[in-house]
């Protein structure tokens, strides 16, 4: 998408490790950013998401931050499982269209080695 | 309840041919959005109807045509497909894009211009 960078492209971890994906924006008015998983040959399913009045969000074993100053949130995944291994896009509110759409990062391939 | 429902689930076309893509949400959301995804580039937007009776351009529109038929529906439309359509599209739709909400997508549609 136009305003959301997301990296690595790929990332290899063991199980039990954690991840951590990082995305930034450019779009200092944007308020709210979303994280998607997509397993293979299904659809994105938000796993997460964060408004901008909050710095950090958990939920189980999976967290979002966020800093507003440096224009990047990232997820984090503890303890990491087989069943964590799928695509993860992050998302932010597309300043082209007024922010009424969102725009998504162009996804992170994690796989978990057993 | 079923959410969103795309149609057809797999398609191949022959270039030139025409086809309408169909959806359908029954969580009366005012939002829906149709998206493409390739590999490596995430999901881009090509179309968004931010409320019934009113439809605009996303990032990608170039030879897509859009019907928001009524609060439930919008479908989009390859007049004439090229083999650069070849992707897999995905139908969303959300309670409001103006306000912070989740995007529920549609199963997708495997489309192959050939």
């Known amino acids: 998408g136009e305003n959301v960078e997301q990296h690595p492209s790929t990332l290899s971890v063991q199980e039990g490790d954690s991840a951590v994906i990082k995305c930034t924006y450019s779009?200092?008015?944007?308020?709210?950013f979303p994280w998607y998983k997509q397993e293979l040959g299904k659809r994105p399913q938000l796993i997460i998401d964060?408004?901008?009045?909050?710095g950090e969000k958990k939920d189980q074993r999976i967290a979002v931050t966020l800093n507003k100053t440096a224009k990047h949130f990232s997820l984090h995944i503890t303890e990491t499982q087989p069943e964590d291994s799928a695509v993860y896009f992050c998302a932010g509110p597309s300043r082209d269209t007024g922010r009424r759409a969102l725009t998504f990062g162009s996804g992170t391939r994690l796989q978990v080695q057993p | 309840n079923a959410g969103v429902t795309q149609t057809p689930k797999f398609q191949v076309l022959k270039t030139g041919q025409s086809m309408t893509l169909q959806c359908a949400q029954d969580?009366?959301?005012?939002?829906m959005y149709w998206y493409r995804q390739d590999p490596g580039m995430g999901l881009r937007l090509i179309y968004y109807s931010a409320s019934e009776g009113t439809t605009d351009k996303g990032e990608v529109p170039n030879g897509y045509n859009v019907s928001r038929l009524n609060k439930r529906e919008f479908s989009l439309r390859l007049e004439s497909a090229a083999p650069s359509q070849t992707s897999v599209y995905f139908c969303?739709?959300?309670?409001?894009?103006?306000?912070?909400?989740?995007?529920?997508f549609g199963q997708g549609t495997r489309l192959t211009v050939v």
């Open positions: 969580m009366n959301h005012n939002s």
């Open positions: 779009d200092s008015a944007s308020n709210y």
């Open positions: 969303a739709s959300r309670e409001d894009g103006s306000m912070n909400t989740e995007a529920f």
């Open positions: 964060i408004r901008s009045n909050v």
